[in-house]
């Protein structure tokens, strides 16, 4: 049933849209229109040669009072690493399949389920709409695309080779992923332990042992050291519950921002990497996202200098950041790469060293790189499967520990009345 140029009936039940589009000039339009919804809504506008933008039930802007929790969530929702890694890959895909940029960015941003990434995709869009590169587009929009993903993009574009260059992004952002997956997961058992055995412990302090230190102060024997502490902890938490959760919340937040801050942060990563087993582990990681974004970098038609200066923002250790802008200084004087590294073995393995020397001297230190890579990210899963048999027989030590310390403290006092009888 027609019933005007600007609108089709489905059947179903319409709703009031507040609507931002823009022309294919890059004009921007706003106004009011009925639709079933908003994908009904952008098959009307695009009928009229309009790129639907923004829309907003008109209806539900106009109620003050309802709250769309959903909405408030997506607007805090951050843009998630895989979602950056699907539209690296999609669009890849699609411009390789002979689709225009403009009609996969549009065809990107209707399959995304992330609001925030969407409105971020279709701004996108309007700026290449009005002439701007690919590239040019990307960076108003620093937390979603950082610098690695913008530079490339760049030299796709200049080199005529963005589908190759959206591909190895997506396939940089993948390796990247699993890495933090593998790292986050072998870090997850411990903590929970950790988290275990202090929950417990206060629930015993708070439940248990003031039951007990009444029967051990009725015996009138003279308490350990030990126990005076016990009882003193479990005292304090009854009476003053409020003031130690407060606490534990204030050093939590203090430590967290002492973390934050780059001194503080600065003498973390430098610990870290003495600490048996995680400090290895961190290596490792550092190594293969090292080796593997700078060997994309060079492959892509990045220079080195330009390369190692970008590699150096996305590594996570500060020593490994140092290390390599200082690398980015000392090769436009002239020295070669493996050269610089050599200096600092502490955090770049020999092999390192060697492999991207032969590299150098083969003309072909992309490739070896990506070898380094795949064998260090071989590696951090070998040592994130076996980390758990390793961690479990310290966890066991620890854990009794706790309890053995518990068990004398109440005990001995018990058995010391018993001698003296």
């Not at 706003?30 to 209806?59: C, I, T």
């Not at 390789?96 to 065809?107: F, H, M, P, Q, V």
């Not at 015993?204 to 042992?209: A, K, P, R, T």
């Not at 534990?248 to 003495?274: A, H, P, Q």
Request: charged residues 20%.
């Amino acid at each position: 049933l027609y019933l005007s140029p600007c609108l089709v009936y489905t059947g179903g039940n319409m709703s009031l849209f507040a609507y931002s589009a823009a022309k294919q000039n890059g004009t921007l339009v706003s106004g009011e229109r009925e639709a079933e919804n908003d994908k009904a809504l952008a098959v009307a506008l695009k009928q009229e040669g309009l790129l639907l933008l923004r829309a907003q039930s008109a209806d539900k802007k106009r109620n003050f009072f309802k709250i769309d929790v959903n909405e408030i969530i997506a607007r805090f929702r951050p843009v998630g690493l895989v979602e950056r890694m699907f539209f690296a890959r999609n669009l890849s895909v699609m411009i390789k399949a002979g689709l225009s940029l403009t009609r996969a960015l549009e065809a990107s941003s209707e399959e995304s389920s992330n609001p925030k990434f969407k409105k971020i995709i279709l701004e996108i869009l309007n700026e290449i709409t009005k002439g701007k590169s690919f590239a040019d587009a990307l960076r108003p929009h620093p937390k979603a695309f950082n610098e690695l993903y913008v530079n490339m993009v760049e030299v796709g574009e200049t080199s005529g080779k963005l589908t190759l260059v959206l591909r190895l992004l997506s396939n940089q952002m993948k390796k990247d992923h699993d890495l933090r997956a593998r790292v986050k997961g072998a870090m997850m058992y411990p903590a929970i332990i950790i988290i275990a055995i202090f929950g417990i412990g206060g629930l015993m302090m708070v439940y248990v042992i003031p039951t007990l230190a009444e029967t051990i102060k009725s015996l009138g024997t003279d308490l350990p050291l030990s126990t005076k502490i016990i009882i003193a902890i479990s005292d304090f938490l009854q009476h003053y519950a409020i003031v130690a959760v407060a606490g534990l919340v204030t050093c939590i937040v203090t430590v967290w921002r002492i973390l934050k801050s780059k001194s503080g942060k600065n003498i973390f990563d430098r610990i870290i990497l003495k600490i048996p087993i995680f400090g290895g582990l961190i290596q490792k990681f550092n190594l293969a996202r090292f080796t593997r974004t700078l060997a994309y970098l060079i492959a892509s038609g990045i220079p080195i200098v330009h390369g190692l200066e970008i590699t150096a923002r996305v590594l996570g250790n500060v020593k490994y950041r140092e290390a390599v802008n200082e690398a980015a200084q000392e090769i436009q004087k002239g020295k070669q790469l493996n050269e610089i590294l050599h200096a600092h073995p502490d955090i770049f393995h020999p092999m390192v060293v060697q492999m991207i020397k032969v590299g150098e001297e083969s003309g072909k230190i992309s490739d070896m790189l990506l070898r380094l890579a795949m064998f260090f990210e071989e590696d951090v899963d070998n040592t994130t499967k076996n980390l758990s048999t390793i961690i479990e027989p310290v966890l066991m030590l620890v854990i009794g520990a706790f309890v053995g310390f518990f068990a004398i403290s109440i005990l001995q006092p018990i058995y010391g009345s018993l001698g003296n009888i």
